[in-house]
C-alpha cells in the first residue's frame, strides 16, 4: 500500500528520516536499546547508498523548560555511534537554519540526529499539533523522506504527517516489516487464533477486542482488561483496577454475551492487600475479598490457558498477565511467556508493556516477530492503516508492498 524505500532512487541524495527512539532512560542512560538496533538495517541501507542522512525522533513528552533538558537524545546519539561505528553528530537544536550548513557539509555515509522533535511542544504544540511550516522546514534538510517510525504511525505531527506532504515519501525497512507480520500472523492469521489480551485498561482496547474477536477462536483475557469483566458479570474483585466507565461497562456486557464462547477469563488469582502491603495470596477467583487486590493471574488459569496455547497455529499477544514489575507479581506473564516460546505456533508479541517483559525476562528471540509499536500496533489492526501517512479523503499509496 506504501511506496518502498527500495523503490525510490536514493543515491547520492540527502535523506530525511523518522525514527521512533522513544526508549526508556534513567539518569541519562539508555535502559533499553531494542528501538535503537531496530532502525539499524535502514540506516545501514541508506548508508550503502552514500546517502547523508537527517534523523528526527520524539523522546518523551515536553511540557516545560525542564522538560527540554531531561529529554534530550544525546544518549540515543552516542549509542547510534557505538551501534554503527560510523560518524554520528548530534544537534543540540532541530529549528536552526544553519542545520543546512551543517547537513551540505556532511560527508556521504554520515548522519545527524536532530534534538527531540517535541522540543517544539513548549510553550506552543508545534510538533504535536503538526504545525505545517515547522514540517515544511524540516522537509527543506532533505530530498527525499524516509518514515520508519511505526511507533508513531499513529500520530499526526509535523515530524511524521507533515513532511510527508513536502518531499517525495516511502516506508523503511522496519515499518515494511512490522506490516507484514501484522497483516499475515494478526489480521490474516492462519487457525487455530488465539489472543491473550492483558494490560490495565480495557478503555484503551475494547475497540481492539471488537475488531480482533470475530477473527480469532479464542481470546485470553488477564490484568485489569480481566477485573473489569470479571466484575460486569458479578465476581467480586475488591479493589482491583478495572473501568467505571458505564459505556465502557456496556461494552464490555454486550461483547461477553455476544462472543461467550470465545472469551476466557481467569479462574484462580494472585492477591495483594489494600492495607497490607506484605500480604499475598492465590485465590479461587469466587473467593476474593473487598479489600483485596487483583495483582496476577494464579496456576490453574496459566494451565488452562496453556492447553489453548498449544492447540493454536497463530498467537497474538498484547499486554501482561499482572503486575510485572513487581516479582512478586511477575509468575504468570513469565508463565505464559515461557508457554508460548515452547509453543508451535507463530507468535506475535504486540509491542509495549508485553514487549517490554519478553525482553526483560529473555524470551523476545524465541518469538516470530516482537513489535517495536504499542499504540501503533494497537490502531494499525484497527484500521489497517498508518495514519502518520494517510490522508482521510484520499489515499496517498502508491505500491502494494504486502
Known sequence: MYKKLQD?????????????????????NILDDFKIVQS??????????????????????????????????????????????????FAKQNDAEELHGLIDKLNPKDIVLLENTRTQDFPEKKESKCDME??????????VFVFDAFGSSHRRHSSTYGISKYLPTCVGLLVQKELEMLNKYVINAEHPFTIIMGGAKIDDKIELMNKLLPKCDHMLLTGGIANTCLATIGFQTGNSLKSKDPD??????????????????????????????????????????????????????????????????????????????????????????????????????????SASAARN??????????????GATLEYIIKEKLDALDDEEENNSEIEIL
Open 134 to 143: 515547522l514540517a515544511k522546514f524540516w522537509a527543506s534538510l532533505g530530498e
Open 248 to 353: 465502557i461497562i456496556n461494552q464490555v456486557k454486550t461483547m461477553l454475551v455476544t462472543y461467550k464462547n470465545k472469551i476466557l477469563l481467569p479462574f484462580d488469582v494472585i492477591v495483594g492487600n489494600t492495607y497490607n502491603d506484605e500480604y499475598i495470596s492465590q485465590k479461587n477467583i469466587i473467593a476474593v475479598d473487598t479489600n483485596e487486590e487483583i495483582k496476577d493471574i494464579g496456576i490453574k488459569t496459566i494451565n488452562i490457558y496453556k492447553d489453548i496455547i498449544h492447540q493454536s497455529k497463530s498467537i497474538f499477544v498484547n499486554g501482561t498477565a499482572g503486575l510485572y514489575e513487581d516479582n512478586r507479581f511477575a509468575n504468570g506473564t513469565r508463565e505464559l511467556l515461557d508457554i508460548l516460546s515452547k509453543s508451535l505456533a507463530n507468535v506475535i508479541v504486540g509491542g509495549g508493556d
Open 40 to 89: 539499524l538495517d535502514t540506516l545501514k541501507y541508506l548508508m550503502e547508498k552514500n546517502c547523508k542522512i537527517v534523523i528526527l525522533s520524539h523522546l518523551g513528552k515536553v511540557k516545560s523548560e525542564k522538560d527540554k533538558i531531561i529529554n534530550t537524545l544525546e544518549p540515543v546519539a552516542k549509542r547510534l555511534k557505538e551501534l554503527l561505528k560510523s560518524n554520528v553528530i
Open 361 to 374: 525476562m529473555n524470551y523476545a528471540d524465541k518469538f516470530s516477530f516482537v513489535s517495536t509499536g504499542g
Open 8 to 28: 525510490i532512487d536514493v543515491t547520492n541524495k540527502k535523506v530525511v528520516i523518522r525514527l521512533d527512539y522513544n526508549v526508556p532512560m534513567k539518569d541519562g
